[in-house]
């Protein structure tokens, strides 16, 4: 029985007293709560004070991304060293965004995914396609290179604590999520080619996220298909209510 998994991604949002506030809030809410896995990914800057108020509780803390090298002449850049340093036990890596806006490939993800598991910083992986993509029946083969691509190299030891987010990138902060049905066709491929690249055990295992315009409406519908495990949610973990509701009806 895979544990539902839960991760806000506050994207470029919240300056440090409003991740504050929406940690309080996030906090009091869900304080009790263990029917899922419950990951915050603030941006940077609010890494350490998030931490500081979820140290006493089974919230976790992720970021959103990382550079390969654990330190040196790399301005500007944030090593798994430092994340873990700051509390993170996730990572998110090779989100749409940073593949469209910072030229992220599967090559520079397949290194960034290595340095995160070298330290024992889970990376929650990203992958999805575009409109043109879906539209041109290559989802699943979009898929399966951005798989192939993202985990080269590594072997079933090192992706323990691993996760998967499905991400459609016309479903990214459109308000336009993808059906259950077809959320399920992708899930359903991942967990396949886990089985055949790694094993069926392994894959059996791991948690297999759903993200794109999640809402407290639809996680409901998402989650009862068979290999939906949760959700990264974007936009609606910007706010207290709407993220705290999508954990609740997400079990
Ligand atoms: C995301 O940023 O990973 C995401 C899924 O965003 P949204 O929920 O806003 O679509």
Redesign the pocket.
């Known amino acids: 029985m895979r544990k539902p998994f839960i991760a806000g ?1 506050w ?1 470029m949002y919240k300056t440090i007293n409003e991740a504050i506030a929406l940690t309080n809030g996030v906090k009091r809410e869900l304080l009790d709560f263990d029917k899922a896995d419950i990951v915050l990914c603030p941006p940077f800057t609010a890494l350490s004070p998030v931490y500081e108020l979820l140290m006493e509780t089974e919230i976790k803390l992720g970021a959103q991304n990382l550079y390969w090298e654990k330190e040196g002449a790399f301005t500007g850049e944030v090593s798994c060293v430092m994340l873990k340093d700051a509390g993170c036990e996730f990572v ?1 890596l090779g ?3 940073r593949r469209k806006y910072f030229a992220e490939t599967d090559e520079s993800i397949n290194k960034k995914i290595k340095s995160s598991l070298a330290i024992g910083l889970n990376p929650i992986c ?1 992958v999805g396609e575009t409109l043109q993509e879906r539209e041109a029946e290559k989802t699943i083969e979009v898929i399966k290179t951005q798989l192939t691509g993202c985990f080269k190299d590594l072997k079933i030891e090192d992706l323990l604590g691993t996760v998967v ?1 499905y ?1 459609p990138v016309w ?5 336009k ?1 993808a059906t259950p049905a077809q959320a399920q066709e992708v899930h359903k491929f991942i967990r396949g080619w886990l089985t055949e690249n790694f094993s069926s055990g392994f894959a059996d295992n791991i948690r297999i996220l759903y ?4 809402k407290p409406a639809n996680i409901k519908e998402l989650m009862k298909e068979a290999d939906v495990d949760g ?7 910007l706010e207290i209510a709407s993220f705290t509701q999508i954990v609740k009806n997400a079990v």
């Open positions: 991604n994207k998110i989100h749409s965004e990203c987010a991400e479903a990214i902060g459109t308000g999520n993200g794109g315009s999640v959700a990264l949610v974007g936009g609606a973990s």
